[in-house]
T-cell receptor, first 115, second 113 residues
Framework: GAVVSQHPSWVICKSGTSVKIECRSLDFQATTMFWYRQFPKQSLMLMATSNEGSKATYEQGVEKDKFLINHASLTLSTLTVTSAHPEDSSFYIC???????????FGPGTRLTVL | GENVEQHPSTLSVQEGDSAVIKCTYSDSASNYFPWYKQELGKGPQLIIDIRSNVGEKKDQRIAVTLNKTAKHFSLHITETQPEDSAVYFCAATNRMTGNQFYFGTGTSLTVIP
């Protein structure tokens, strides 16, 4: 399967700062990128979907101005949490997909802790 | 939209025994059903998947069965080992209408040595 990386793997920041999370693949070209968040002992919650060349589509209840998504290329997507607050502390996971292909690949996740 | 339910939420088995996790889905148009294993602090990893034109698929100790009529699919792990301990998620999607996956709520499997 494809290798998907996320950077950083964990980050601690102060309330009010912005944090950028990168999702990158070296061997998979993703036409679609998904960003999930996961709270402890819970399932994955889809935040937004980004198709190449289009703006991201956000799920209901997810603030697009707070969670900025950039699908820069077929191998790179970034999620920026702006003005982070303690309630944004979570595990953020990207998933890469490609049109016409069943299999999609998760990144290893980024643990964000906002103090 | 699709609704995926997963049971049980927790499961403990003795090493060597079998483990079965069940999921149901609501949208009969769903046609692809992957299973993911998530270890603590890591992203989910695909372990097996099944398409709607197949009733069963096996990969060594892991198998998945699909009943399209009843709209449910199950993960079977035989001869469980301590390293099988993890959280398992099922998912369903319609590959024709888009790529969004709908996930179950997860099953925490503990294999007792």
């Amino acid at each position: 399967g494809a290798v998907v990386s996320q950077h950083p793997s964990w980050v601690i920041c102060k309330s009010g700062t912005s944090v950028k999370i990168e999702c990158r693949s070296l061997d998979f070209q993703a036409t679609t990128m998904f960003w999930y968040r996961q709270f402890p002992k819970q399932s994955l919650m889809l935040m937004a979907t980004s198709n190449e060349g289009s703006k991201a589509t956000y799920e209901q209840g997810v603030e697009k101005d707070k969670f900025l998504i950039n699908h820069a290329s077929l191998t790179l997507s970034t999620l920026t949490v702006t003005s982070a607050h303690p309630e944004d502390s979570s595990f953020y996971i990207c998933m890469m997909g490609r049109s016409g292909a069943d299999t999609q690949y998760f990144g290893p996740g980024t643990r964000l802790t906002v103090l | 939209g699709e609704n995926v339910e997963q049971h049980p939420s927790t499961l403990s088995v003795q090493e060597g025994d079998s483990a079965v996790i069940k999921c149901t889905y609501s949208d009969s148009a769903s046609n692809y059903f992957p299973w993911y294993k998530q270890e603590l602090g890591k992203g989910p990893q695909l372990i097996i998947d099944i398409r709607s034109n197949v009733g069963e698929k096996k990969d060594q100790r892991i198998a998945v069965t699909l009943n399209k009529t009843a709209k449910h699919f199950s993960l079977h792990i035989t001869e469980t080992q301590p390293e099988d301990s993890a959280v398992y998620f099922c998912a369903a999607t319609n590959r024709m209408t888009g790529n969004q996956f709908y996930f179950g709520t997860g099953t925490s499997l503990t294999v007792i040595p």
